[in-house]
């Protein structure tokens, strides 16, 4: 008898050691949220696959903290490491943005991995800690910044693919000049990946949004003082593109300077 899909540590942890002295990153992501479908566990598998690959490949290390498991710990051993990386997932609960009864489409919601997350956003800013969020982890920076989300685009066909229709689609973004983001990924546009039907809102205390979809979505956010960026997209999709994705992970290592070791004298 077939049961809920279950998503393993060991189908998305790559194996093999990254170069010695390069940062070591906490990711976060629920490997297992409710609702879990065969297609949607695919696509964690080989998202969250990528992510790690990419990591290990340029050198760093990395503490996989799925956050759909109890006994994770507090959220701010996080600040143990040189950044945090927070990966996507299904939606964030609807109260943590100040919205009551029912979303539509509502998918995936674990209030306890959210509550997590968020907590865990905080302590990395507060210690000085570089943060970057895709998907459902830039809505979760938003959201410890004090910011809303969309519940559920009036029109998604932009954002993602309809009823029969593969999730994810190519999407068009502009990116602001001189922002953060403009310097990793270029200014103007940009074709990426994405497959959501929530996005940001009320842009967050002290962020700026610095993307935009062509029918006006936020598509990105940052911070100007602190290295915090979120983006609306998947640069961690392997169908999108390779270089796009290289030049946001090696930025974001690059502000990921390791941690002086305690000292023994």
């Not at 942890?13 to 002295?21: L, Q, Y």
């Not at 993307?211 to 598509?219: I, L, Q, R, S, T």
């Not at 960026?229 to 392997?238: A, N, S």
């Amino acid at each position: 008898m077939s049961g809920r899909p279950v998503v393993h540590r060991h189908e998305v942890e790559p194996g093999g050691a990254p170069a010695a002295g390069g940062p070591r990153i906490a990711v976060l992501v629920s490997l297992n949220f409710p609702d879990l479908t065969e297609p949607v566990a695919d696509l964690v598998r080989r998202f969250t696959r990528t992510a790690l690959a990419t990591l290990r490949d340029l050198g760093a290390g990395y503490e996989l903290i799925d956050c759909s498991q109890g006994g994770i710990g507090e959220p701010g051993a996080v600040t143990g490491f040189d950044g945090l990386f927070l990966l996507g997932g299904g939606d964030v609960a609807a109260e943590l943005y100040g919205v009551a009864g029912p979303v539509a489409n509502s998918y995936g919601v674990d209030r306890r991995a959210d509550a997590y997350s968020i907590a865990a956003i905080r302590a990395a800013v507060a210690a000085g800690r570089p943060v970057l969020g895709v998907c459902r982890g830039s809505q979760l920076i938003n959201i410890a910044y004090g910011g809303t989300l969309i519940p559920d685009l009036a029109d998604y066909r932009l954002h993602r693919g309809g009823p029969g229709e593969p999730l994810f689609l190519d999407e068009k973004v502009t990116i602001a000049e001189g922002s953060r983001l403009a310097a990793l990924a270029g200014a103007g546009h940009l074709t990426v990946r994405s497959g959501h039907h929530q996005a940001v809102d009320v842009v967050g205390t002290g962020l700026v949004a610095v993307a935009y979809a062509e029918d006006g979505v936020v598509e990105a956010v940052e911070h100007p003082g602190q290295w915090v960026v979120g983006v609306q997209w998947h640069p961690e999709d392997p169908d999108g593109s390779a270089d796009h994705r290289l030049r946001l992970f090696e930025g974001y290592l690059a502000a990921c300077v390791p941690l002086a070791p305690p000292s023994t004298a």
